[in-house]
């Protein structure tokens, strides 16, 4: 099982950013995929998670509004966005498959700086 995550990248407070999880090793389909952040110095955050198909998902309320996840099943890829950064959403994105009791495999995660 591998979750291959896109690089890091740097936005500017009021845009949006786009991470993926490219999953390989097993069927995508069969696992939810959670998204977890962790700002510099906290502890790991759960932001929700996107069943592949049929794309049913659950987000955490504090991201409810400005965070979107979704799924290519064409290409076993998870992705979220997340629009209206502000400094605050500074973190390391990570994925992982959820397999009900928990997360098994994570992604190395992606840094996300908001900065001007």
């Known amino acids: 099982v591998q979750l291959v995550q896109s690089g890091a990248e740097l936005r500017n407070p009021g845009a949006s950013v786009k991470v993926s999880c490219k999953a390989s090793?097993?069927?995508?389909?069969?696992?939810?995929i959670d998204w977890v952040r962790q700002a510099p110095g906290q502890g790991l955050e759960w932001m929700g998670r996107?069943?592949?198909?049929?794309?049913?998902?659950k987000y955490a309320q504090k991201f409810q509004g400005r965070v979107t996840f979704t799924a290519d099943t064409s290409t076993s890829t998870a992705y979220v966005e997340l629009s209206s950064l502000r400094s605050e959403d500074t973190a390391v994105y990570y994925c992982?498959?959820?397999?009900?009791?928990?997360?098994?495999?994570w992604g190395k995660g992606t840094l996300v700086t908001v900065s001007s």
């Open positions: 992982a498959r959820d397999i009900g009791i928990g997360m098994d495999h």
């Open positions: 090793g097993y069927t995508f389909t069969g696992y939810y």
């Open positions: 996107i069943d592949p198909e049929p794309g049913v998902t």
